[in-house]
């Protein structure tokens, strides 16, 4: 089963744009830059996990980590590293791609 991921970044255009490949993987991501739609996604889609995109400065990913833990601190929160390696968004695929393959391995080893 794949895991339903929210993605928070900066830019709705280039979120799109990484949806769309990420569905090429299969995965389940729906992404937004708005907090509003954001607090609707939790509190009424079954969120497996959140990740944060390097975009958004160091303040606002922290500042979106605690609006996120308030709606909702059961949710899981991963930022992707700022690292002069992890900058853009075409790394951002990998690393989703990773979460995800990760949340599937514990789930089975749950079993």
Do not use: C
């Amino acid at each position: 089963m794949e895991p339903r991921i929210l993605v928070i970044g900066r830019l709705q255009s280039t979120l799109d744009v990484l949806v769309e490949e990420w569905e090429r993987y299969g995965r389940n991501v729906i992404a937004s830059n708005s907090r509003d739609r954001i607090k609707e996604i939790i509190e009424t889609d079954s969120i497996d996990f959140i990740a944060i995109g390097g975009g958004l400065p160091d303040d606002e990913r922290e500042e979106m980590a605690e609006y996120i833990s308030m709606i909702n601190s059961k949710i899981s929160v991963h930022p992707i590293p700022r690292t002069e390696e992890a900058m853009g968004p075409y790394n951002f695929i990998p690393f989703l791609n990773n979460l995800a393959i990760m949340f599937k391995v514990r789930k089975a080893m749950e079993k």
